[in-house]
């Protein structure tokens, strides 16, 4: 919770507002667009190219009331020597439209180089992407001819020019491309056929595919064993943990943030937005602390208030440690003491 001390240490108290038109807001984004939509295309525009734009439309009130995406690709930020940025340019087919710093909000991830403008993973492994697609074309040419050339044709005579490229356009019209494979080839006389086949190094390539997809996946805060088919389930278990913790968490509180500074703010100065918690290990090692503390530091009733539980009958008293002895109980109360303890412990048993 420490991304958000910035507004629980200013209030005396928290209460989670369930209906409130930035909730409608981004539920209903605009009339052609759901907020799964643009969270998605959101997400989408900042890994490609580590810039996302809102435009928002508001009321007479100033109240934002639709939200709708800009193409990146068609963004320009205006900057200011006064105001470090004085506006958003969208260049479309009849020109630039502009448009003000509160009518665009901008997400973007850090950038080294620019102030202005974010970077997207994809931008730190260009070199990687480009290798892949190299291979992709270089797999497709030769699974265009079966893979590889199996043999060629040989004569001991002299072809004219013509010859040859009909022999040539011949053989690729019968034999060429993977739906022709395994067919019988005859061949005119002085014509011969000659088997041949690419040694190993010529497809070593393939070995470089893998370090290729985890350059990749990494890149975009991904373990290979997301999607290693043979990977164990403690495996998988701790690639999504980290996953979660290292991608998915940092991504929404940098979104998070965003909206409380500039799009909530706009309905009251005293609200703020958060994502829930999207790492499961945290809510399992906060229970093991609360069990571990149970009836020590907190009360029952205090542990049960934490995960939204009714109190209990006798639930609000804290116990010496090692024993069923409440706090501050003397020697002669030990047996009642623990007596009432047994009973507590039966009844809940008995959910009575």
């Known amino acids: 919770m420490g991304h958000l001390s910035p507004y629980l240490s200013k209030a005396t108290e928290v209460e989670e507002v369930l209906e409130h038109p930035f909730l409608e807001l981004m539920k209903n984004v605009n009339p052609f667009m759901n907020s799964l939509e643009l969270k998605e295309v959101t997400d989408l525009h900042q890994e490609l190219t580590g810039n996302a734009y809102w435009y928002i439309i508001s009321n007479g009130a100033g109240k934002p009331v639709e939200l709708w995406i800009l193409p990146p690709d068609k963004m320009r930020i205006v900057p200011s020597k006064e105001e470090f940025i004085s506006g958003y340019a969208y260049t479309g087919m009849t020109g630039d439209i502009n448009f003000t710093i509160q009518q665009v909000t901008h997400f973007r991830f850090t950038s080294p180089t620019s102030p202005y403008y974010g970077m997207s993973p994809l931008s730190a492994i260009t070199h990687a992407y480009n290798l892949n697609e190299n291979m992709n074309r270089y797999e497709n040419a030769l699974f265009t001819n079966m893979a590889r050339p199996d043999g060629v044709l040989e004569t001991d005579d002299f072809l004219e020019t013509e010859d040859f490229k009909k022999l040539k356009k011949e053989w690729k019209a019968v034999y060429g491309r993977v739906k022709n494979a ?123 208030q934490e995960i939204g539980r009714e109190d209990v009958e006798g639930g609000d008293t804290l116990y010496q440690e090692g024993t069923l002895i409440p706090l501050g109980e003397t020697p002669e109360n030990e047996i009642e003491a623990i007596s009432q303890r047994i009973a507590l412990k039966v009844k809940e048993k008995l959910n009575v």
């Open 182 to 304: 395994g067919k019988t080839a005859v061949l005119d006389m002085g014509v011969k056929y000659k088997p041949v086949s690419f040694p190993p190094r010529e497809l070593a390539f393939l070995a470089g595919r893998k370090t290729t997809k985890e350059e990749i996946a990494n890149a975009f805060g991904q373990s290979l064993a997301l999607y290693d088919k043979d990977a164990n389930r403690a495996n998988a278990d701790n690639a999504t943990y980290m996953h979660m913790r290292d991608t998915i968490s940092p991504r929404h509180r940098r979104m998070e943030q965003k909206l409380n500074e500039q799009i909530i703010i706009r309905y009251d100065p005293r609200l703020f937005c958060a994502f829930d918690n999207c790492i499961p290990e945290d809510e399992k090692f906060k229970h093991e602390v609360r069990v571990a503390n149970t009836d020590k530091i907190i009360t029952r009733n205090e542990a049960r």
